[in-house]
Nanobody, 124 residues
Protein backbone atom coordinates (compact mmCIF):
# COMPACT_ATOMS: atom_id res chain seq x y z
CA UNK A 1 0.00 0.00 0.00
CA UNK A 2 1.16 3.49 -0.82
CA UNK A 3 -0.40 6.72 0.38
CA UNK A 4 0.31 9.91 -1.52
CA UNK A 5 -0.04 13.50 -0.33
CA UNK A 6 0.48 16.42 -2.70
CA UNK A 7 1.52 19.94 -1.75
CA UNK A 8 2.75 23.12 -3.38
CA UNK A 9 -0.20 24.19 -5.48
CA UNK A 10 -1.45 27.75 -5.57
CA UNK A 11 -2.12 30.82 -7.65
CA UNK A 12 0.59 32.20 -9.91
CA UNK A 13 0.76 34.65 -12.78
CA UNK A 14 1.49 33.49 -16.29
CA UNK A 15 5.23 33.07 -16.79
CA UNK A 16 5.76 32.19 -13.16
CA UNK A 17 6.89 29.00 -11.49
CA UNK A 18 5.61 26.52 -8.94
CA UNK A 19 7.03 23.36 -7.48
CA UNK A 20 4.72 20.54 -6.51
CA UNK A 21 5.73 17.83 -4.08
CA UNK A 22 4.26 14.43 -3.41
CA UNK A 23 5.13 12.63 -0.21
CA UNK A 24 4.70 8.87 -0.31
CA UNK A 25 4.38 6.40 2.52
CA UNK A 26 5.85 2.94 2.37
CA UNK A 27 9.30 1.40 2.54
CA UNK A 28 9.52 0.38 -1.12
CA UNK A 29 9.07 3.83 -2.66
CA UNK A 30 12.19 3.44 -4.76
CA UNK A 31 10.61 0.50 -6.61
CA UNK A 32 7.56 2.47 -7.71
CA UNK A 33 6.93 4.35 -10.90
CA UNK A 34 5.66 7.83 -10.06
CA UNK A 35 3.62 10.22 -12.11
CA UNK A 36 1.88 13.56 -12.17
CA UNK A 37 -1.49 13.94 -13.85
CA UNK A 38 -3.76 16.94 -14.15
CA UNK A 39 -7.43 17.48 -14.72
CA UNK A 40 -9.01 20.75 -15.77
CA UNK A 41 -12.76 21.38 -15.41
CA UNK A 42 -14.69 19.52 -18.08
CA UNK A 43 -11.61 17.69 -19.34
CA UNK A 44 -10.19 14.23 -18.92
CA UNK A 45 -7.34 13.52 -16.58
CA UNK A 46 -4.08 13.62 -18.51
CA UNK A 47 -0.51 12.59 -17.84
CA UNK A 48 1.89 15.47 -17.27
CA UNK A 49 5.09 13.58 -16.45
CA UNK A 50 6.27 10.24 -15.14
CA UNK A 51 9.48 8.88 -13.69
CA UNK A 52 10.44 5.23 -13.46
CA UNK A 53 12.16 3.52 -10.55
CA UNK A 54 15.36 3.80 -12.55
CA UNK A 55 14.95 7.51 -13.15
CA UNK A 56 13.74 7.45 -16.73
CA UNK A 57 11.21 10.14 -17.53
CA UNK A 58 8.55 11.01 -20.02
CA UNK A 59 6.50 14.15 -20.48
CA UNK A 60 3.41 15.37 -22.21
CA UNK A 61 4.31 17.35 -25.31
CA UNK A 62 2.53 20.37 -23.87
CA UNK A 63 4.97 20.65 -20.95
CA UNK A 64 8.27 19.54 -22.48
CA UNK A 65 10.96 22.08 -21.82
CA UNK A 66 8.91 23.78 -19.10
CA UNK A 67 8.28 21.10 -16.47
CA UNK A 68 10.69 18.71 -14.81
CA UNK A 69 9.88 15.66 -12.71
CA UNK A 70 12.34 14.34 -10.15
CA UNK A 71 12.36 11.84 -7.34
CA UNK A 72 14.20 11.68 -4.04
CA UNK A 73 14.17 8.09 -2.84
CA UNK A 74 15.78 9.03 0.48
CA UNK A 75 12.81 11.28 1.28
CA UNK A 76 10.10 9.23 -0.46
CA UNK A 77 9.24 12.30 -2.48
CA UNK A 78 8.55 13.11 -6.11
CA UNK A 79 8.52 16.69 -7.31
CA UNK A 80 7.27 18.55 -10.33
CA UNK A 81 9.05 21.80 -11.11
CA UNK A 82 6.81 23.92 -13.32
CA UNK A 83 8.28 26.92 -15.11
CA UNK A 84 6.91 29.35 -17.69
CA UNK A 85 3.40 28.55 -16.56
CA UNK A 86 0.49 29.29 -18.86
CA UNK A 87 -3.20 29.78 -18.11
CA UNK A 88 -3.88 26.47 -19.84
CA UNK A 89 -1.83 24.74 -17.14
CA UNK A 90 -4.62 25.53 -14.69
CA UNK A 91 -5.92 22.25 -13.25
CA UNK A 92 -5.96 20.00 -10.25
CA UNK A 93 -2.66 18.14 -10.21
CA UNK A 94 -2.58 14.57 -8.92
CA UNK A 95 0.31 12.39 -7.86
CA UNK A 96 0.14 8.74 -8.93
CA UNK A 97 2.13 5.62 -8.22
CA UNK A 98 2.36 2.10 -9.53
CA UNK A 99 4.62 -0.74 -8.44
CA UNK A 100 5.67 -1.46 -12.03
CA UNK A 101 6.07 0.80 -15.03
CA UNK A 102 2.49 1.06 -16.31
CA UNK A 103 1.69 -0.65 -19.60
CA UNK A 104 0.59 2.77 -20.79
CA UNK A 105 1.58 5.68 -18.62
CA UNK A 106 -0.93 7.86 -20.48
CA UNK A 107 -3.93 5.91 -19.18
CA UNK A 108 -4.95 6.81 -15.60
CA UNK A 109 -6.44 3.37 -14.93
CA UNK A 110 -3.00 1.77 -15.26
CA UNK A 111 -1.87 3.61 -12.13
CA UNK A 112 -2.97 2.01 -8.87
CA UNK A 113 -2.41 4.72 -6.27
CA UNK A 114 -3.50 8.33 -6.23
CA UNK A 115 -3.26 11.39 -4.06
CA UNK A 116 -6.16 13.75 -3.49
CA UNK A 117 -4.78 16.48 -5.70
CA UNK A 118 -3.62 20.07 -5.39
CA UNK A 119 -5.02 23.04 -7.28
CA UNK A 120 -2.81 25.04 -9.61
CA UNK A 121 -4.25 28.24 -11.01
CA UNK A 122 -2.37 30.36 -13.54
CA UNK A 123 -3.75 33.84 -14.14
CA UNK A 124 -3.24 35.70 -17.38
Amino acid sequence: QVQLVESGGGLVQAGGSLRLSCAASGRTFSNYAMGWFRQAPGKQRELVAAVSSGGGTNYADSVKGRFAISRDNNRNTVRLQMNSLKPEDTAVYYCAAENTWPSSTLIPSTWGYWGRGTQVTVSS
